[in-house]
């Protein structure tokens, strides 16, 4: 974007704002007081229970970090065992909009009991918050924003999508660290903003028994996805990358891609929990944000079932599983099929008064789905 007012106009309105990622255990009247207050009293829909555990960023909550006003929270766990949160347009100060950096992140140690609601640790470079990939905010990138994170061993791997005017996607490229997130270094890997239909702007991903899965959508939210796999040692050569397509009526590796949903696909997120995976993404055409059980990423999801998580509401209506201009949902870590754990984004485009990541929790998903 050229201006915040231009990225306003662009994604705003009812359906929200594009992104610019244990619990259990047993009751306890201590654990009952660790839990924050709860805005609104958990309901149950289709056979899930939801609960707004929390809000996790705000100026009295990370404005200590220098982050008063951020969105998305795309979440890995770190090679040390801590997580890492990376959030897009990232503000502090006086008004929304001032000391613009993205991506920016936090660390949090809260790795168990998550439906007490996670906390951050600390600030990737320091106080405030750095930006974590050096570019200036101007007319030849106007900011970069991060669609998903993955650890590797003892690597972390940032997908971001690079933007000339907010919308106009130039490339994604991916990022590595192996400090746990303190540094990051270009990997020179590059995907053409043009490539595939603009299907391999905005990313999610998850490994599994040798081989990184990839999911892959246009930025603006226009597009179905399309699935390719890559060696994590190939991660970033976008050459080694292997397409899934269609062959006849056959789905083969190497063929495509095609697309493999009819949905149109927004911020998204592939994890494996156990033995099954979980995708959720932001449905924006029904203004919400959806989930899917899979059994594997290659399965048919056009009949594969779905269920609404969350649904997008008024700013006057807004309830537990009503969410005025939502967007996003990246898996927490820590999360289980049955106790599933997201970062949902909220921002008010009419005023910017409210631009944050809060933490959502859907208990018995995999008894639904």
Not at 25 to 52: F, M, N, Q
Not at 143 to 159: F, R, W
């Amino acid at each position: 974007m050229s201006s915040n007012i231009s990225r306003r106009l662009l994604l705003g309105g009812a359906a929200g704002a594009i992104g610019t990622g244990i619990a259990g255990g047993a009751w306890t009247p201590a654990a009952a007081a660790d839990r924050p207050p709860l805005e609104y009293p958990p309901v149950w829909a289709d056979g899930i229970k939801i609960t707004k555990v929390k809000n996790l960023t705000g100026p009295d909550i990370t404005g200590k970090f220098g982050l008063d006003w951020v969105d998305l929270g795309a979440v890995t766990r770190t090679p040390d065992g801590r997580s890492l949160y990376v959030f897009g347009d990232s503000f502090s100060g006086e008004n929304w909009g001032d000391n613009w950096r993205s991506p920016t992140a936090l660390w949090s140690k809260t790795r168990h009991h998550l439906e007490r609601g996670v906390t951050f640790s600390g600030s990737v470079g320091g106080v405030p918050a750095a930006q974590l990939i050096p570019y200036e905010h101007g007319e030849e990138i106007s900011t970069i924003i991060p669609s998903d994170v993955i650890t590797i061993g003892n690597k972390i791997y940032l997908h971001a999508v690079v933007n000339q005017g907010f919308g106009n996607v130039i490339w994604s490229g991916i990022w590595v660290s192996s400090d746990n997130g303190a540094t990051w270094k270009d990997s020179g890997a590059r995907f053409d903003g043009h490539a595939h239909n603009k299907m391999l702007n905005l990313c999610t991903w998850e490994y599994d028994n040798g081989w990184v899965y990839v999911y892959t959508a246009e930025f603006l939210r226009e597009s179905p996805m399309i699935l390719h796999r890559v060696r994590p040692w190939h991660l970033t050569d976008p050459d080694k990358w292997e397409p899934w397509g269609k062959v006849g009526n056959k789905w083969k590796w190497g063929a495509g891609p095609d697309t493999v949903i009819d949905d149109i696909i927004g911020e998204m997120s592939l994890r494996k929990l156990g033995k099954r995976w979980v995708f959720t993404w932001f449905d924006g055409p029904n203004y919400r944000i959806s989930a899917m059980v899979l059994n594997h990423p290659t399965q048919d999801l056009r009949k594969t079932e779905r269920v609404t998580l969350l649904h997008g509401s008024g700013w006057g209506n807004q309830d537990t599983n009503h969410v005025a201009q939502l967007y996003g949902s990246y898996v927490i870590p820590g999360s289980t099929m049955n106790d599933l754990h997201l970062t949902v984004s909220q921002w008010n485009t009419n005023d910017n008064s409210i631009y944050r990541v809060m933490q959502y929790r859907f208990e018995h998903l995999g008894h639904r789905l």
